[in-house]
Every structure is written in structure tokens, then in C-alpha cells.
């Protein structure tokens, strides 16, 4: 579970970490050569035999730190002394280890009572530190899960994420919400059990959709009796716990009765629901015929990257997969990669009795006794040889390969928009880090600002941020004045966590009012020397990495521009380039202008791949601003009530409550349904559904 530095491929741009190669263990007393010339090197070797010193000589886990306090490695040893001071050694290591080493100013150690905790420790603690000289598993989700309740007299199928709170029985994990999703909608045909809420269940005095679709039973109006819900409650538990081939055989049973009593209508429902079972079993591919319960893991490796691919089988049934592409230095075997993958994958999940590898991972032994341990039963690592077991294994390593085709085919085309976006707006270099900037309202109602991020691999959406507008002097729909609460607060904060050196002033911000009455440039044109070449994506070292924009996208024109500018020089930020995104007249794609404080504005052609990755960011922040908005109106009209909608009084809101049950079930109401509650006429009920579905800016 060792790691080593980045390093970027200018021909995939995907970012990759890896393991430190292991270190011959050395006694205390070997003699250690410091007399080289002084330098990093040596300061970084004389810095980890100060604190070897202090090292305990038992099993542990050890951090490696930098002069800024940042974690550079943890790593885990049955001798943390031995393991400590073999990094001190003048020679044996490869390049990305000495970097490790001369940048490392102090230790920390952490006793453990055994190798085995250690190993589990040292999993957590990558996760949590992220240091960037270890193997570091990425896009971490939790899985969903299939969850049957069990606190109620009708039990609710629905997907659950998360902490196993609630009663009932769970089945997974699925590799994906989509897996999850496709699965409970092919079980609803054939088990018929209800997805609705409680309080929906509770309110209802009619069958819903889903009763007519025949997706669910409605045992809400008793169009089903409570013993026969409860037997399709165990048909579908029993087919979840891998009886598929059971409950299959009683239904078709079942259906040829029906038959025979030319009961056509009840064959009809067995015939459907035998269907529905074979949809959920073909979508699910390859099943297994001797594995009850496994993760299978293959590994590929291309072009100095890695692909893992996981498959997960419960029950004896595949409930999906899914690609992993874990930071790692391309200089490492697949083996090592694998074996610090699997270590932080199981830190936070389930652990299945069976893990099948596609390479013998260093430490196999242990990792298994630790898991076995976390999971309170015996855990077995297998690298299968022959049988159904290897064929897995090969499927899965087809898929890892696979993958990592696509994915690289994808960064390869995504550098290559970014190569031309540097082009087209005189970046110095290929932007790491893009910010795109959008506001949301309605009438200046429930104002959110939003910040998406994208990079060389596409968005980065765990850094996304939504900025609620607090200001109280703002006009209701001042969008300039927003958009500089957003981005005074994005920046300063930047400021006081990420100070940086700022660039040479630009030349002065032309004043708003002329700028806007002539609608040209926002500042006089600088030439942009035609020699300028581009710094590819391979010569920043991980050093560079940094939470500052090298672009900002601002969704607006020349006045939003104008804004944006302005508020970043009162902040003395002027190293920053600026964008803005102007719609054409019609607000029609294709006919956007771009303003930008050093240059005049242009146009891209219609059919430009540029301007279509452009579109493709200001969309993405225009989705997730409008989603924002969405969000807290949602919540601030839970909290007022519906007597924020003209005409709706307590006897109106009684009335729609009493027929729909719940405040969401109204906002999904169509004006149709809407005109069926007592009480509301058509014009009421479209006052009703346009409060709800007003569409923000």
C-alpha cells in the first residue's frame, strides 16, 4: 500500500499516481553514506534520520510530511524504525522516491498491534489525507442498494444510499443508480409492490397510475387482500436472495392452473409478470453458475494508465459493473496498483466472502486477515487459474480494457479542445482548472449564484459551488450586482486559503458606463506575441496543482463581463483571464459573442467543435445554477405553506392535501389532475402548477 508521484500524459491528460517500489528493510546500524553534496536530497535524508531516532521498532503506520504541514505519503511497516530509515539510504531509490524523500521535512507515527491494523489504517488514512505521493482511489460514491421495508403492514420497494437505518431487507450493492433504477422498475411488473411513500400510501382513496400501468398492486384502496400482497412481498424477497429459478417455476405453475380453469385474465398477469423476470436476468448479462457472492477485479493497463474494473455478483446474479481509474505512476506493475486499490475500495463498503483478482497482489495473505477481520467472517483473495472463476476474471479484464480506450479517447479529445480554447483566448498555457460562472431567479425571487468546475478530464463535480445571494441592497433581478457577490466571495476566500503572487497589474478597467454605451472591448486590445507557445499538460508537475482558475467563463455579456472585472481589481486579482458569454439576439445557440477585457469580441464559427465544448460548459453551469434556485424555492415554499399562492386558502390547501397526500405529490400534479381536487377550477389549478413550475433565469 505504497505510492509515488504524478505525472501527466500530454496524450490523455489523465492525472495518475502510484506506489513507492519497495525498499530493502535495513538494520538500524547499517552504515548510512550523508556525506553528499548538501541539497534537498540530503536535507530531506538527514531530516528522516532525526526523526527515526524516535521511530518504535513494532507495526504501525508512518506519515511523511512537508515544510508546509502537508502530508506527502502514509505508508504501513511491521517495523516502522527498519522501514524509516531504509529511506535514508544515499542510493537504491528511483527518481519519484527521492522527490518523496527531499521534500520531506518531518515524521509521524501511529503504533499499531499488528500489521493486519496497520494495513486498515493505513487505507483510511490515504482516504482522508489524500497525499500525493500514494496510489488514490477516485470518484469514492457509496453503491446503492435495493431496500424491501420492513415497518410496515404493505412493505415499500425503493433504492436506498447510505446508512442501513431502516427495517427491512437490503440487496446489493448495484454498480449504478441507473442498475438500481432499471432493476426495481422490471421488478414492479413482476412483483407489483409499491414504491410510494408512507404518507402517500396512507392519503390515497383511488388507485394511482402505477395500479393502471399494473406496476404496482394498490393494496393502498385494498384492490388486495393483505395475504396475497404478503405472498408477493416473499416472491420477491425469495428472487432477490437468488431462488430465481423457484419463484419462476411457481409462477409458470401458477399461470398453466390458471389456464386450465380458463381463467385467461390471471394467466394473462403470470405470463407478464414471467416476462418481467426475464427482462431483469437478461439485462443482467453473464450470471454466474457456481458463485453465490463475489467482487471480481481486473486491472489493465495502457499507455502508462491504469483501469480498474469491478464486478459485483450477489445471490448468484451479476448486479452490475463499474470503471475505476485510480491515481497512479505509470512506472508501476499492476500488481501493486491493484493491491493499493483494494485496500481504500473496502475501507467504507460491505466485503463479500469471495474478492477475485486478475494479478497476485503483494500482501495477499494479510489484506485478506484484515478484511476477514473489519468483516467479522473469512475473507478469501483468489487468483483463479481454470473454471467458471477465470472466465470472470477474463470478462472482467476485457472490460478494464475497454474502458480505458474510451477513457483516453475521450481525454485525448477533450486536451484537444483545450489546446484550441488556450488558442483562441491567448492563454499562456492549456487551462487545468476552468470555472464557469451563472446566476438563477425569478423576478429576483430565491437569487443563487453557481460555480461549476471542468477540467483536462471533464467537470470536476465534487468542487462545484452554489453561493446563496445575502446581500439585502441588491434590486430584486440585479444580475451585475450578483454576479459580484459571487465572485467576491469565490475570491476572497481563494485569497486568505490559497495566497498566491499576483501577475503584473493589467492596464486600468475602463469605466462601466462607457463600456457598455459603445459596447466594444472593455479595455484597449493587447497584442498577443504569435510566438507564445503552449505549456502542454505534461510539463506541471503535481506541485502545480491549484485551486486557482486558469479561466473564468462568465455566462452574460459585456455588462456581466464589466462586473467581473471590476470586482476582481478591488480584490487586486489581475492575473486572472476573464471570458464572458454573450446569447445571440434570439438567445439561440450558435450565435454567442465572447468579450474579454484584452481583446475585441469575436464569434466562432456555427459549426466550430470549440464553440460547442463552450455551450457544453455554459450548460452544465446554467443546469446546475437553475437546479440551485430550484432547490431553495422548493424549501421556501415548504416552509410558507401553499398560501403563498394566490387564491389558495386553508380550505383549498386542505383539499389538496387530503387528495394528493403530500406537498410533492401537488408540485408533480398536472393542471389536469389538479382540476380534479374539489373546489379548484381550471384557472386555480394552473396558478397552482405555474408556482411550481415557473421557469427561473
Known sequence: ???????????????????????????????????????????????????????????????????????????????IKKRVVAYARPTGHDSRIERMIAATQALEFVSTRSETEALLLEANLIKRLRPRFNVLLRDDKSFPYILITGDHWAPQILKHRGARNRAGKYYGPFASVWAVNRTITALQRAFLLRSCTDAFFESRTRPCLLHQIKRCSAPCTQEITFPDYAELVREADAFLSGKSRAVKEELAAEMEQ???????????????????????????????????EADVFALHQGGGFNCVEVFFFRTGQNWGNRAYFPKADRSLPAAEVLGAFLAQFYDDKPVPRLILVSHDIEDRDLLAEALSTKSGYKVEISLPKRGEKKELVAHASTNAREALSRKLADTSAQSKQLRALAETFGLKRLPRRIEVYDNSHIQGSNPVGAMIVAGPEGFIKGQYRKFNIRSSELAPGDDYGMMREVLRRRFKRLLTESPRVAAPAQTPLAPAEESAATGAELIPALDIPPSLTLLDADSFSSQDASPWPDLVLIDGGLGQLNAACATLAELGVTDVPLVGIAKGVDRDAGEETFFMPNRPPLK?????PLLYFVQRLRDEAHRFAVGSHRQRRKRDIREAGLQEIAGIGPTRKRALLRHFGTLKAIERATVADLSQVPGINAETARKIYDFFHGTPA
Do not use: C, F, W
Not at 604 to 608: A, E, I, N, Q, T
Open 258 to 292: 390458471a389456464s386450465v380453469a380458463m381463467d385467461y385474465e390471471r394467466a394473462a398477469v403470470y405470463r407478464d409478470r414471467l416476462a418481467a423476470l426475464s427482462a431483469v436476468q437478461s439485462q443482467q448479462g453473464i450470471n454466474p453458475r457456481t458463485i453465490e
Open 1 to 79: 500500500m505504497n505510492g509515488s508521484k504524478k505525472d501527466i500524459d500530454p496524450a490523455a491528460d489523465i492525472v495518475e499516481e502510484d506506489e513507492e517500489s519497495s525498499l530493502p528493510e535495513v538494520e538500524e546500524s547499517s552504515a548510512i553514506d550523508l556525506e553528499t553534496p548538501a541539497g534537498p536530497l540530503a536535507a530531506g535524508r538527514a531530516a528522516i534520520l532525526r526523526h527515526a531516532r524516535h521511530a518504535p521498532a513494532s507495526p504501525g503506520v508512518y506519515r511523511m510530511i512537508d515544510a508546509a504541514g502537508e502530508v506527502l505519503y502514509v505508508g504501513k511497516a511491521n517495523n
Open 604 to 608: 466562432l464559427r456555427p459549426r466550430d
